[in-house]
């Protein structure tokens, strides 16, 4: 008997259902243990190679995009993909769920089907690498857009009770994402939410970060609103494909390709974001999943075991 149930939400992502049936291939093909509730067309899914007798089908064939409006969406088209994948997370005994569909529409969702007793405002964090070889929390990635200083309070706990349990870290330090170190600098938000966390009982707070700090190590928990925070993601994945193509343009143009590959391979193990596989929502009461809608079958598979450590509480990228 399968020791781990985890829900996959087929659509919505860039790449289409079919490489995220390739991710769940991958997932059941790497964990023997492992059986899945697939929510997706169903034809699609049977005509797939996978193992039937471990992998449990809900038919649905229409999805919310990026365009859609996400609590629209969650009254007028309760039939999609995201909506029917989070109650049967809620109402089975499935570990967890992945999807690479729209975020809103998520946060909507779980809202509605796994907020805890608290009602805490769930919000979406990444578990990115830091020049130290450690890792910082970001926390929100996109989620939250709109937040008032009692949410980023709320979100620095999350973030750190997070990081104690899956990365044993005693008192993470926790900062705040601003235009500038001082206390003064920042808008309204950060300048309200930095007075509310510099005197927030069980947060170890350090002060802000500036955008060029996020991932120099200073913090373990980075705290901010869901926009800021999407675009610190998503500059830092740029910026490291950025770098990682010109030093292989460099090497084919000066002939040393053999020299620099050495140095690429090394970039790509750091910081492949792809590999450490999604965004987790924090807060509610079963971990949920977001990769990325540009996610590949890999991505899918690592998000499969994080989410299996997740249930374990071992590292996130503990090897099994």
Known sequence: MAKYKIVIDLLGSDKGPEEILKGAALSLEAFPELSLILVGPEDLIKASNLPLDRVEIINCDKTVTNYDNSVDAFYKATDVSIFKALEATAKSD????????????????????LLTEKRTRPCLCAVMPTVTKSFTCLV???????????QLVEFAHLGSEFMKKLLGIESPRV???????????????????????????GINFVGNIEGNNALSGQCEVLVAEGFAGNQ????????????ITEIVKYGKKTGKEAEVMEIVGYLMQRFDFESLGAGIVLGIRKPVMKCRGSSGAKAIKNAVKMMINLSEEKSLYEDR
């Open 140 to 150: 929100d990635t996109g989620a939250s857009i709109d937040c008032g200083p009692h």
């Open 232 to 243: 610190v993601l998503k500059n830092s994945e740029g910026m490291a494909m950025n770098l």
């Open 175 to 201: 900062g705040l994402l601003s235009n500038g170190s001082e206390p003064t600098k920042g808008n309204k938000l950060v300048k309200e939410a930095h007075h509310l966390l510099a005197e927030e009982e």
């Open 94 to 113: 499935a570990i967890g769920m992945i999807n690479a569909g729209n975020t809103g529409a998520m946060l909507v969702g779980c809202i509605k089907y």
